[in-house]
């Protein structure tokens, strides 16, 4: 069974702090919430440094100081950690900045974040950069690539079900989540996939060698 994924909040309004812990705690199996700070001079630097650790950093906790030293800082103590960015600026600038800078990840505010920030932090887990769906839109619009969208091992496991002909019931006792959990990841699946529909996701899925054709389950 693999470890739970680390992971640090720096978020200086309690709305924005409650908001990120709430979606947090939805996938406990998963997340390990270590600990919640309003502002980054009261990190504790050697959390930073254990394995397995993501930073959840609001653009807004950073107050006046410049975003690309504080990242640069960041790493500076902990050479490894992935920095997940959370901003309310949707820039393409900016966003190619965050990364050039080494954030793995760049989340706006406007996004559902209860649909894509688990996934996004165990992507930049694995040292993979992530997008949320607004800022892929604007790289794409403006003619860029954005990073290639992978599948969590949890979405797979979902995926597999599905293509067994399990209930969403079904798979949340499997899975020990909520069915809320499973629909999002569900919704998550369809939307890394490009498609809407149960069957759509079954065949993309067969396409792009995610699924082997094998008998579905007896009901």
Same mark, same amino acid.
């Given at each position: 069974?693999?470890?739970? @994924?680390?992971?640090?909040?720096?978020?200086?309004?309690?709305?924005? !702090?409650?908001?990120?812990?709430?979606?947090?705690?939805?996938?406990?199996?998963?997340?390990?919430?270590?600990?919640?700070?309003?502002?980054?001079?009261?990190?504790? @630097? &050697?959390?930073?440094?254990?394995?397995?650790?993501?930073? =959840?950093?609001?653009?807004?906790?950073?107050?006046?100081?410049?975003?690309?030293?504080? *990242? &640069? /800082?960041?790493?500076? #103590?902990?050479?490894?950690?992935?920095?997940?960015?959370?901003?309310?600026?949707?820039?393409?600038?900016? $966003?190619?900045?965050?990364?050039?800078?080494?954030?793995? +990840?760049?989340?706006?505010? &406007?996004?559902?974040?209860?649909? *894509?920030?688990?996934?996004?932090? /165990?992507?930049?887990?694995?040292?993979?950069?992530?997008?949320?769906?607004?800022?892929?839109?604007?790289? @794409?619009?403006? +003619?860029? #690539?954005?990073?290639?969208?992978? =599948?969590?091992?949890? /979405?797979?496991? %979902?995926?597999?079900? @599905?293509?067994? +002909?399990?209930?969403?019931?079904?798979?949340?006792? #499997?899975?020990? $989540?909520? $069915?809320?959990?499973?629909? !999002?990841?569900?919704?998550?699946?369809?939307? $890394?996939?490009?498609?809407?529909?149960? &069957?759509? %996701?079954?065949?993309?899925? #067969?396409?792009? +060698?995610?699924?082997?054709?094998?008998?579905?389950?007896?009901?």
């Amino acid at each position: 069974m693999n470890r739970p @994924i680390k992971v640090i909040i720096v978020a200086s309004h309690d709305v924005s !702090r409650k908001g990120l812990e709430a979606i947090l705690s939805s996938a406990a199996n998963r997340i390990q919430l270590v600990n919640v700070y309003r502002a980054l001079d009261t990190v504790d @630097i &050697e959390s930073l440094k254990s394995p397995s650790t993501v930073i =959840l950093l609001d653009d807004i906790a950073t107050g006046s100081k410049d975003i690309f030293s504080i *990242i &640069e /800082e960041l790493h500076q #103590q902990a050479a490894s950690l992935p920095i997940m960015f959370l901003s309310h600026t949707l820039n393409l600038d900016h $966003v190619q900045a965050i990364f050039d800078s080494g954030a793995l +990840g760049y989340v706006h505010h &406007e996004d559902h974040l209860e649909d *894509i920030l688990i996934a996004g932090i /165990e992507i930049v887990a694995r040292n993979k950069r992530f997008t949320s769906p607004l800022v892929s839109e604007l790289m @794409i619009t403006s +003619g860029q #690539q954005p990073p290639e969208q992978h =599948l969590t091992q949890s /979405e797979l496991k %979902v995926l597999h079900l @599905i293509d067994r +002909g399990y209930s969403f019931k079904e798979i949340a006792a #499997q899975l020990n $989540v909520t $069915v809320r959990t499973v629909y !999002r990841m569900r919704s998550r699946i369809g939307s $890394v996939l490009g498609v809407r529909s149960h &069957e759509h %996701v079954i065949a993309a899925a #067969q396409e792009q +060698g995610l699924l082997s054709h094998h008998k579905r389950r007896n009901p």
